[in-house]
T-cell receptor, first 118, second 112 residues
Framework: GAVVSQHPSRVICKSGTSVKIECRSL??????MFWYRQFPKQSLMLMAT?????????EQGVEKDKFLINHASLTLSTLTVASAHPEDSSFYIC??????????????FGPGTRLTVL | DAKTTQPNSMESNEEEPVHLPCNHS???????IHWYRQLPSQGPEYVIH???SNVNNRMASLAIAEDRKSSTLILHRATLRDAAVYYC?????????????FGAGTILRVKS
């Protein structure tokens, strides 16, 4: 299947710093990528839909000024957590939609990024 | 969004078949039924998806009820590596297409 990577896999930072997470589709072009957040023992929560060349669409309750998304190319989307605080500590997961995958619009997920804010 | 209902957890013995049920009584005519699974500290992994007919692939089979209000994911021979959270999701066609909204899923435990 298609491969999606994320970098870094884990990051620990001090409160108030900004953290950038990269999501790459390695063997297909993804016009649409999605960002999720997952707290311990909870399900994935969709944060936003990232579209190449246009502004991201955020889910209700997700602050767009706090979680900055840039989808500058067909293989790269970035999520920047601005001025991170301990409550932003979570597992961040991206996915990419492969419209040409012949699987009815299957999404492929990255391995996730564990963010810990001290 | 159309919702799905799954049991919180299930247990299986290794090498035995597993049937994971999912109810989706409010499914619309164009909703695809997707199954993903997630191992601890990993991103979800695509398992299978279908629309009306039963589907088979190397990982699993998907049996869809005639009225499409329920479906069952079938793992033919469970292994310890199949222990994961299994999510049954109806594909929601959003403005930018096809976002997946995850429910709580079913925790599958496999005993050796």
């Amino acid at each position: 299947g298609a491969v999606v990577s994320q970098h870094p896999s884990r990051v620990i930072c001090k409160s108030g710093t900004s953290v950038k997470i990269e999501c790459r589709s390695l063997d297909f072009q993804a016009t649409t990528m999605f960002w999720y957040r997952q707290f311990p023992k909870q399900s994935l929560m969709l944060m936003a839909t990232s579209n190449e060349g246009s502004k991201a669409t955020y889910e209700q309750g997700v602050e767009k000024d706090k979680f900055l998304i840039n989808h500058a190319s067909l293989t790269l989307s970035t999520l920047t957590v601005a001025s991170a605080h301990p409550e932003d500590s979570s597992f961040y997961i991206c996915s990419a939609r492969d419209p040409g995958g012949g699987r009815g619009d299957t999404q492929y997920f990255g391995p996730g990024t564990r963010l810990t804010v001290l | 969004d159309a919702k799905t209902t799954q049991p919180n957890s299930m247990e299986s013995n290794e090498e035995e078949p597993v049937h994971l049920p999912c109810n989706h009584s409010t499914i619309s005519g164009t909703d695809y039924i997707h199954w993903y699974r997630q191992l601890p500290s990993q991103g979800p992994e695509y398992v299978i998806h279908g629309l009306t007919s039963n589907v088979n692939n190397r990982m699993a089979s998907l049996a869809i009820a005639e009225d499409r209000k329920s479906s069952t994911l079938i793992l033919h021979r469970a292994t310890l590596r199949d222990a994961a959270v299994y999510y049954c999701i109806l594909r929601d066609v959003g403005e930018y297409g096809n976002k997946l909204v995850f429910g709580a899923g079913t925790i599958l435990r496999v005993k050796s």
